[in-house]
């Protein structure tokens, strides 16, 4: 018999802010490298962490998508999963749970987030549509381009002063977003808020920002406008609420995050990430016609309703993962992990973007290599300096990065959007890594930041690739690449 949701959150007096609350079965080995290969396998595959073979590397904090252990539960409740091809078993409890997380009636499962983004762009977004978020991931900005609509971003100024130490600056720019949609009320048939904000240094949203975006729509609604939650890292986020903002103190994870969904009207989810699985994801809704609109689209590319484009044992997989996720006791050791990784930066004097978000540590590499400008790609140079020092791969995130203002001309790397800071993004693996390797990782960083204006800037290569189309723009960063105008250390 397996450990049942409810025992796994009985009271305790155990040390769980100290230590995880699990302990480990199985473990996974890389190849081991020296620098002298890691340099070389730095030349060779491009001088990213996104290019790496990541058997090379040491500690991976490229992403932590799918990247997580599994648990004992979720490996035996795979060996029971259905693999009929209509209503197998597994759905029910799919649906079931997925239901009980989200309190809304319609699921949809999907293999990952962005596969269950499709059907909900295609039905409620048309060419000349508008779609406001927090910031947008990068799929749903790219989806809103493939619609032949206009992705808008409306950071909040929280998140663009670097001396602001809140904890909620992923929420969106209410302000703007007022005058916004008062503005564009009849163009606006969905807004997007992503909780916690993935590409604003992982931001946490509030409790009281989604309700005041709620209350927005309310009030100046004309089209019916849905409000959607991107809510990859829900769980992850109902934990800072917990801990900072006023009253949930003594809430459960799980009845935040039921909260946070209870002033939305659908939602969809990367399940790679706070849903503790390698691969799945859903929809959740509460309108039964949307819902039965979006199955078609559903049928044609991922496969039948009760599955969508899942094995039953991945279904099974994501029910014993999303709940196991939001446990209480799990996220109070996550967020123990990403603080000792931030601090153990910060004793090195690695700055970084602070607070330090729920699911990652965003180094601000502009302010570590100061001799590099925004168009030098300090990032870039650091993450793969970081890999050639002690085998940690990380994602830059740096202007460098970023899209292209002009098209034609991918070279000219002054052309491009200027990011609000340079940042690698150390994103944490779930159940993976120990102690130690928060403070190797720490140490490559500081190992390559020694080195100082030794490190090379960075500028694109010429290469013979088609270019994006518009509508594709938003994916550029997996495409263009960058090398160093001297060699790395
Ligand atoms: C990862 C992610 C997605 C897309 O999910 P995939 O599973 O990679 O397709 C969407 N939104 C957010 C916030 C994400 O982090």
């Known amino acids: ?88 078993r597994s759905y029910e409890i799919f649906e079931e749970t997925c239901q009980a997380f989200t309190k809304m009636p319609y699921i949809i499962p999907s293999h990952q987030g962005r596969s269950a983004e499709a059907p909900i762009y295609e039905i409620f977004v048309k060419p000349g549509d508008k779609v406001p978020s927090n910031t947008h991931f990068t799929t749903t900005s790219t989806w809103a381009f493939q619609r032949g609509a206009e992705p808008v971003d409306l950071i909040c100024p929280d998140y663009l002063d670097e001396e602001n130490y809140s904890w909620f600056k992923g929420n969106m720019n209410l302000e703007k977003f007022e005058d916004y949609f008062i503005e564009y009320a009849e163009k606006i048939p969905l807004v997007e808020l992503v909780v916690p904000n993935n590409l604003n240094g992982g931001q946490a949203v509030s409790m009281e920002n989604i309700k005041n975006v709620r ?48 002033y939305a009207d ?7 990430k706070g849903g503790l699985v390698n691969m799945g994801g859903f929809i959740a809704l509460r309108n039964k016609i949307f819902w039965q609109r979006m199955h078609p689209k559903v049928i044609r590319t991922d496969g039948f309703i009760t599955y969508g484009g899942l094995a039953g044992r991945d279904l099974e997989s994501l029910a014993v993962g999303l709940i196991e996720g939001v446990n209480d006791y799990y996220l109070q050791d996550r967020q123990r992990q990403v603080d000792y990784f931030a601090n153990a930066c910060q004793k090195r004097g690695i700055h970084i973007l602070e607070p330090a ?30 890999y050639i020092e ?37 994103a944490i693996p779930r159940r993976t ?33 088609p270019p994006l189309e518009l509508s594709e723009i938003g994916l550029h960063t997996f495409f263009d690449d960058y090398e160093p105008v001297s060699p790395l250390p």
């Open 1 to 88: 018999m397996r450990i049942s949701n409810e025992d796994m959150l009985r009271e305790t007096d155990l040390p769980f802010d100290k230590a995880p609350p699990y302990r480990i079965k199985a473990v996974e080995y890389s190849i081991p490298t020296t620098r002298e290969k890691r340099k070389e396998i730095m030349q060779e595959y491009g001088y990213s962490g996104r290019l790496l073979p990541a058997k090379y590397v040491f500690i991976n904090m490229v992403t932590d998508s799918g990247t997580g252990a599994l648990s004992d539960r979720q490996w035996s409740a795979m060996m029971e999963g259905d693999e009929s091809y209509f209503n197998c």
């Open 215 to 262: 209350a927005i729509i309310d009030k100046y609604n004309k089209i019916d406008t849905q409000l959607y939650l991107d809510i990859a890292r829900i769980s992850e986020n109902a934990w800072i609420i917990k801990s900072h903002e006023p009253g949930y103190k003594d809430k459960s994870c799980l009845g935040i995050v039921n909260e946070m969904l209870s």
């Open 266 to 272: 659908g939602c969809h989810m990367s399940a790679k």
């Open 357 to 386: 978000s729920c699911f990652a540590v965003y180094i601000n590499a502009g302010k570590c290599l100061p001799h590099l400008d925004h168009t030098q790609g300090p990032a870039t140079c650091l993450s793969a300096q970081a």
């Open 390 to 426: 002690g085998g940690f791969a990380s994602t830059a995130m740096d202007s460098l990065q970023r899209g292209r203002i002009d098209a034609n001309n991918p070279q000219d790397s002054s052309k491009r959007i200027k990011a609000p800071y340079e940042l690698i993004r150390c």
């Open 433 to 465: 890594y120990y102690e130690p390797h928060y403070d190797w990782a720490a140490e490559c960083l500081f190992r390559a930041i020694e080195w100082g204006d030794k490190l090379p800037a960075f500028k694109p290569i010429v290469d013979d690739r």
